[in-house]
């Protein structure tokens, strides 16, 4: 459960990218090396997380002298793309999601370009051009007095454990936080209820979110 005060005028959720349509995906190739295993893009996290591999770098945003290859889409699955996907530990966007975050929350993200192209022997046709985002903005907003927070480690880095019953955000929070990373659950991504009434308005797909309060 994360819990939160009733004096904030802005509510947050958390969001919610779960994994089904990039089964549709059969493979993703990134030329130059695989961004997820240690290399850091150019918005270094608050906190480093030294791990097996490299440094964590989910939140760095992508290198800029790194070509994204492609993504194979096998239209064979009938599983269509939507407008928001899970790749490891990153986001595959559409072109409608990526127009509706800049209105709303940029420079809160960063993104790059890819194609997405067929999965067929010998075939290169580009199908569409989709985005790898990254959340690299952070937040170190949780109340720890008024939570009931059981601790884990990340790498070096001691963060609240998924199992923690109760995490309060403070009320000093920055009012221009629309979409951020919780700074010791770095993996955990939370958003205005003003952005999410926007993407479900807009009909976007692939996102979910979840209340911040669960108590109930």
Avoid at 69 to 88: A, C, T, V
Avoid at 198 to 215: C, E, H
């Amino acid at each position: 459960m994360i819990g939160q005060r009733s004096t904030r005028s802005t509510r947050y959720v958390e969001v919610k990218v779960g994994p089904y349509g990039m089964r549709a995906i059969g493979e993703y190739d990134w030329e130059g090396g695989m961004r997820m295993f240690g290399q850091l893009g150019p918005f270094p996290p608050p906190f480093m997380v030294e791990r097996v591999g490299g440094a964590l770098d989910i939140g760095s945003g992508f290198p800029r002298a790194l070509s994204p290859g492609s993504l194979r889409y096998n239209p064979k699955k009938q599983l269509p793309l939507r407008d928001f996907e899970e790749i490891g530990p990153f986001w595959c966007i559409s072109q409608r999601a990526l127009e509706l975050l800049k209105v709303h929350a940029e420079g809160d993200f960063d993104v790059m370009s890819v194609n997405v192209v067929e999965q067929s022997p010998g075939s290169a046709e580009i199908l569409l051009t989709y985005w790898y985002c990254d959340v690299v903005r952070f937040e170190d907003c949780i109340d720890e007095s008024a939570s009931e927070i059981t601790w884990s480690k990340w790498g070096n880095l001691r963060t609240y454990d998924i199992v923690s019953k109760k995490l309060v955000i403070r009320s000093d929070l920055r009012p221009d936080a629309t979409l951020f990373r919780l700074a010791r659950a770095p993996t955990r991504v939370l958003c205005t209820t003003a952005l999410m009434e926007a993407i479900k308005t807009a009909n976007l797909t692939g996102i979910k979110f979840a209340k911040l309060d669960r108590s109930n």
